[in-house]
């Protein structure tokens, strides 16, 4: 088994020529990639099996075993994923500003790769060519380090990969697989500043939690969706049954879905029986506070833990409010500052909510599960920012660039 050191190394002789390399070549290469994972479908499969069978057998919810199954039509989407990538503008060498200063100095600001990344996730195999994919596009060397839910499957599909990358004119170790999975290793992983430039991690609360907590790699924190929908007094309630029903139960084990629902309590002795009819076909589990359970026919006590809780499973808490203040001040509370909506028909309470709720993505009668790089129109993203700084929201090409200037003169000094 190769070491983390070893991959270091690797990566770092690979970074210059990558960095270099043409927009022709890298896109080449990317399609090359995309006709690997076709090609090796039913061995994709296959080591795919093992996982599901052991994660079958550990007792794995059902919603993460979704995440953790690939089928013949995932692999595709996973190829057309690739191919989608090569469509994308490249986010490498441009100037987006060129001035002269007073010593006659032509200034410009020139994007840049990032250099090495790592990415650490945890049972989303798809995630694994995603990452890949975007990481080579803006000319960025990767270093993957997946869950053991998804060894299997993870080592299969970037075997595919470099043999892609073996028959293009790019270096193979462009893109590169930690096969240890212990956390003795990914605690050295995210103290790799020798050779990491940047660590993403792409994954639930804990893995985000210690991540940030234990790495002096600089990390961007992606994932994490404590995600709530907001039924104001004023929603239509056709328009917010079915908001909430899509975010909650439209892929109830991805970052973007509704975790907890706010209702006002003009509309609640109304709206919460047809909700609760409508998510009674996905078997949602509804954890309620006191003035919900007295509407609602069927549902457990919430506690302080519920409202904080990223479920990633068809568990929903529900909280009747007073007001749009509480409901704001709710969400700013507990939100992970991921994805949050307001269903309202009052102009201004849209607006406020907007302003005033201090998360990525805040909607305005729709629901949550946009929050998307591809819906955005950004195509590929390589998670879901939820911090401040250099990124926020989906991040696609533009966001694996850093940048840096570039300055032209004739003799000048100072």
Request: with cysteine; aromatic share 6%.
């Amino acid at each position: 088994m190769t070491t983390l050191i070893e991959l270091g190394h690797r990566a770092k002789k690979a970074e210059r020529q990558l960095a270099q390399a043409t927009t022709t070549e890298k896109n080449e290469a990317l399609s090359l990639m995309a006709e690997a994972l076709l090609n090796s479908t039913d061995f994709i499969i296959e080591e795919n099996k093992k996982d599901t069978d052991r994660a079958r057998g550990a007792g794995i919810s059902d919603s993460l075993l979704d995440r953790l199954t690939l089928t013949a039509d995932r692999i595709a989407a996973m190829a057309q994923g690739l191919k989608d990538i090569v469509a994308l503008p490249d986010p490498v060498g441009l100037v987006d500003s060129m001035w002269t200063n007073d010593a006659g100095l032509k200034i410009g600001k020139q994007s840049v790769p990032l250099g090495v990344i790592g990415i650490i996730y945890e049972a989303r195999p798809n995630v694994t060519s995603d990452a890949a994919g975007l990481c080579f596009k803006s000319g960025n060397v990767v270093i993957l380090r997946g869950g053991k839910e998804a060894f299997n499957s993870n080592k299969a599909i970037v075997k595919s990969l470099r043999q892609a990358l073996d028959q293009s004119t790019l270096p193979t170790d462009s893109i590169q697989l930690l096969e240890d999975t212990s956390r003795e290793t990914a605690r050295e992983m995210m103290q790799l500043n020798r050779y990491l430039d940047v660590l993403i991690p792409r994954g639930g609360a804990n893995l985000i939690k210690a991540v940030v907590e234990n790495a002096t790699v600089p990390v961007i924190e992606t994932g994490t969706g404590n995600v709530h929908v907001y039924i104001d007094q004023t929603a239509a309630r056709d328009m917010a049954r079915d908001i909430i029903v899509n975010a909650k139960t439209d892929r109830p084990s991805v970052c973007n879905s509704a975790e907890t629902l706010l209702i006002h309590k003009d509309v609640a002795e109304d709206y919460l029986p047809v909700i609760e009819d409508a998510l009674a076909e996905w078997n949602v589990e509804l954890r309620a506070d006191d003035r919900a359970a007295a509407i609602l026919s069927e549902s457990v006590p919430a506690t302080e833990e519920d409202w904080a809780t990223e479920f990633l499973d068809y568990i929903l808490a529900v909280k009747v409010v007073d007001s749009l203040d509480e409901a704001i001040t709710h969400i700013n509370q507990y939100s992970t500052g991921h994805s949050e909506a307001i269903v309202t028909s009052d102009y201004f309470a849209g607006q406020r909510f907007h302003r005033e709720v201090d998360s990525a993505a805040v909607y305005v009668n729709a629901s949550t599960r946009f929050t998307d790089g591809f819906e955005y129109g950004f195509g590929a993203e390589i998670g879901i920012s939820t911090q401040k700084l250099h990124a926020r929201g989906p991040m696609g090409l533009p966001e694996l660039t850093s940048s840096k200037y570039i300055i032209f003169g004739e003799g000048q000094i100072r």
